[in-house]
């Protein structure tokens, strides 16, 4: 069997794949944010990388290599930009890599990509990137693009398992629960148990200000507790996150 990892191919066995397979490429992006003590910097880019390689390996598919920066952490949702190690792009830079992509995967012949974010922040510049690179590639291209916040496919069920106490929402689901328990199964490792806080949940305002306000945010980083997660929870939500994503990918692009 060929190797999920299109870096891993030559440029000849990739084409030979394109034609023959017609593959389903897989796009994880992410970001370079601060997830509290206790998880890596690259925790977003991983887990999209990660959730992308299990879906496509059961629809034979290809991964491209990880989009790894992403837009600007907000506080409510990534604790904001003041973190150190926190390394975003503009807007505008991201859109033009996913742009790029678009039209390259366009170009080789690709005919079904799929982008897998991991960063919250990044939905609506990736959903720009894709509809300025449809545009570069015209009307006869015959690429179509799929996009997906990996989180989206989690059932209610699971959640309910998973959060017993009651789910906080993925908002604050920043450095928690879901992302720990992930990391736990993919990346142990990588994970300091050890060092998960114990801050309460964050309690936002309705309403943003610039400069944000760094006192919104609890100082770890962390937006709700950690706590609570395993290995045994992640790896509950990475098959039911492979299966259904697989499931939609080939409805998507029958
Ligand atoms: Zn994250
Ligand atoms: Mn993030």
Not at 55 to 65: C, F, H, I, S
Request: proline fraction near 7%; aromatic fraction near 10%.
């Amino acid at each position: 069997m060929r190797t999920i990892w299109m870096n891993q191919l030559s440029w000849v066995d990739y084409e030979a794949t394109i034609k023959a397979e017609q593959p389903p490429i897989f796009l994880p992006v992410g970001a370079l944010e601060q997830h509290g003590p206790h998880l890596p910097l690259g925790t977003d880019g991983l887990l999209s990388a990660a959730v992308a390689a299990d879906t496509a390996t059961l629809v034979q598919g290809l991964v491209a290599p990880t989009l790894s920066y992403g837009y600007k952490s907000q506080p409510k949702c990534g604790g904001g930009q003041h973190f150190c190690g926190t390394t975003s792009v503009d807007a505008a830079t991201l859109i033009g890599s996913v742009r790029d992509a678009v039209r390259e995967f366009g170009r080789h012949g690709a005919t079904k990509l799929v982008f897998v974010n991991g960063h919250y922040e990044n939905q609506w510049f990736l959903i720009e990137g894709i509809d300025l690179g449809l545009r570069d590639l015209g009307p006869g291209a015959k690429l179509q693009v799929m996009r997906l916040e990996y989180w989206d496919f989690l059932t209610e069920q699971t959640l309910t398992s998973v959060f017993p106490n009651g789910f906080p929402g993925f908002a604050l689901e920043h450095a928690a629960v879901i992302e720990t328990s992930m990391m736990l199964h993919y990346h142990p490792s990588l994970v300091r148990t050890d060092l998960i806080p114990e801050d309460p949940p964050a309690d936002f305002p309705p309403y943003d200000v610039y400069p944000t306000k760094k006192n919104w945010v609890p100082l770890s980083g962390v937006l709700s507790s950690a706590k609570g997660s395993t290995a045994e929870k992640g790896k509950t939500m990475a098959t039911e996150l492979a299966m259904r994503m697989a499931d939609a990918v080939i409805e998507a692009f029958k």
